[in-house]
């Protein structure tokens, strides 16, 4: 009996250290594991980095330049646009205040952002300028023709990689030439940056084009060459509001003299 539990022991004691080495040759028979999924180079939104590329040539781009600005029930108008070597910029927007009745001119200089009221037909007074503000101060929405910034202060936006926006390529606008992006805000605050809409660059940064609910906006003619520095177009006068966007109210017939009267 000892010898056949001795005999026992050695089979046992052979199997325990074989165990293992079965195990590592079946474990060794499966197949490796996939390595880990390369996660790749972070894919780069192409599109933004064009557009925002163009903008900062347009920031750089001194010019004078006249644009077409059309909406919807309104007869065209030409916009000037003037971006001075010294950094200064001046618009001059025909029915850009008082619901379309009187001609005006924006402008940012180193003594502040301006409005001038234009001399026209409904408004044949002489030119004269308000101070706003700051050169670098928000317009007033209530003093704002809308159509000044995609040439100014929305080319800051359309550079900076944290503004909240998507950009995509676009077909360019009937009239439009140049590279055309579709631009959306993706911030669900009310005060987005900037307008959503399609804007357009030639490759030097001039901007040739924009398309939002403000209207369209193209370049009609080639730029011609910038100032040093803008000039306002009249006076600055300091007992004098600017003029608004809105229509002057009806006057109330009731209100005119020898009203009720027979």
Same mark, same amino acid.
């Given at each position: ?28 028979? *499966?197949? @490796?594991? &996939?390595?880990? $999924?390369? #996660?790749? +180079? ?6 933004? %980095?064009?557009?925002? !590329? ?60 301006? *409005?001038? @009221?234009? &001399?026209?037909? $409904?408004? #044949?007074? +002489? ?6 503000? %700051?050169?670098?101060? !928000? ?124």
């Amino acid at each position: 009996m000892p010898v056949l539990i001795r005999s026992a022991v050695r089979v046992l004691g052979s199997l325990v250290f074989a165990l293992p080495a079965v195990l590592v040759s079946c474990t060794s028979e *499966q197949p @490796a594991p &996939p390595p880990p $999924a390369d #996660p790749g +180079p972070v894919t780069v939104d192409a599109a933004r %980095d064009e557009l925002a !590329a163009l903008a900062a040539a347009a920031q750089d781009r001194h010019l004078v330049a006249q644009y077409v600005f059309s909406q919807p029930g309104r007869p065209d108008r030409s916009i000037v646009f003037t971006s001075a070597n010294d950094g200064s910029w001046r618009v001059d927007v025909p029915g850009g205040a008082l619901g379309g009745t009187v001609d005006v001119s924006l402008a940012a200089t180193t003594d502040g952002l301006f *409005q001038c @009221a234009l &001399p026209s037909s $409904a408004r #044949p007074e +002489p030119a004269h300028c308000v101070r706003l503000g %700051d050169r670098d101060d !928000a317009l007033p929405r209530r003093l704002d023709p809308r159509v000044h910034h995609p040439l100014t202060d929305w080319l800051a936006v359309l550079t900076d990689r944290r503004a909240p926006l998507a950009v995509a390529p676009a077909s360019p606008p009937e009239g439009v030439t140049g590279a055309c992006y579709s631009v959306e805000s993706t911030s669900a605050s009310l005060n987005a940056p900037l307008d959503v809409g399609i804007y357009c660059y030639d490759r030097d940064g001039t901007p040739t084009g924009v398309r939002t609910a403000a209207g369209t906006l193209r370049l009609a003619a080639p730029p011609g060459a910038a100032p040093a520095s803008v000039q306002l177009a009249g006076p600055v006068v300091v007992d004098v509001e600017p003029l608004g966007t809105a229509a002057p109210p009806t006057p109330d017939p009731s209100d005119s003299p020898g009203a009720g009267t027979s």
